[in-house]
């Protein structure tokens, strides 16, 4: 069993759709979770991290973590095409020394 | 100014050849990491340095040396290229072990033939 599972899609949505991307594990070591996008021919780009459980926005993102279920979500609200890109959850325990990425998803978005 | 760079950009060569990646980053990071991502695009940590010191060596083959002169750079050689090899490589770097801010460079193309 893969210590992060992550559906790779591809997932395709109309311009202005709420986009729901998940991941699930099962290290219970885990502490840090992170989001990355990455645009094709690019390196990944971090959007947001989550310490513990809990919720983050920023601007059109949302972070979830539920740590009781090991299930962590991004969603994007008011997608826009410049959102088309292959999105990688990643997760960290607390001392660093167990770092694990996602498949990624690959979501277009079509305007 | 690019904070994570790498070069080459693009590299193809034989098998059987000697080759190296160069990474630098301007960030004043304390820790710097090498990727290894596949034709699925499934990222893998190879390396991890920090303060020149190597401290994650997941299990790659010991073809693959990275090599840290100062901790704004992080190069990785590998000696006798094999067809496996070929992939996306990046250099990421983050303060002080904290996998929760990495910055990636834009990565480097290897294909072997």
């Known amino acids: 069993q893969k210590e992060v599972e992550q559906d790779p899609g591809p997932l395709s949505v109309p311009e202005g759709a709420i986009v729901s991307l998940n991941c699930t594990y099962s290290?219970?070591?885990?502490?840090?979770f992170m989001w990355y996008r990455q645009y094709s021919r690019k390196g990944p780009e971090l959007l947001m991290y989550?310490?513990?459980?809990g919720n983050k926005e920023d601007g059109r993102f949302t972070a979830q973590v539920d740590k009781s279920s090991k299930y962590i979500s991004l969603f994007i609200r008011d997608s826009q095409p410049s959102d088309s890109a292959t999105y990688l959850c990643?997760?960290?325990?607390?001392?660093?020394?167990?770092?694990?990425f996602g498949t990624g998803t690959s979501l277009t978005v079509i305007p | 100014d690019t904070a994570v760079s790498q070069t080459p950009k693009y590299l193809v060569t034989q098998m059987g050849n000697d080759k190296s990646i160069k990474c630098e980053q301007n960030?004043?990071?304390?820790?710097m990491y090498w990727y290894k991502q596949d034709s699925k695009k499934f990222l893998k940590i190879m390396f991890s340095?920090?303060?020149?010191?190597?401290?994650i060596n997941e299990t790659v083959p010991n073809r693959f040396s990275p090599k840290s002169p100062d901790k704004a750079h992080l190069n990785l050689h590998i000696n006798s290229l094999e067809l496996g090899d070929s992939a996306v490589y990046f250099c990421?770097?983050?303060?002080?072990?904290?996998?929760?801010?990495?910055?990636f460079g834009p990565g480097t193309r290897l294909l072997v033939l």
């Open positions: 990421a770097s983050s303060p002080h072990q904290v996998f929760s801010t990495q910055y």
């Open positions: 340095y920090n303060n020149k010191e190597l401290i």
């Open positions: 290290n219970s070591a885990f502490q840090y």
């Open positions: 990643a997760m960290s325990s607390n001392t660093g020394n167990q770092f694990y």
């Open positions: 989550t310490y513990s459980s």
């Open positions: 960030l004043g990071h304390d820790t």
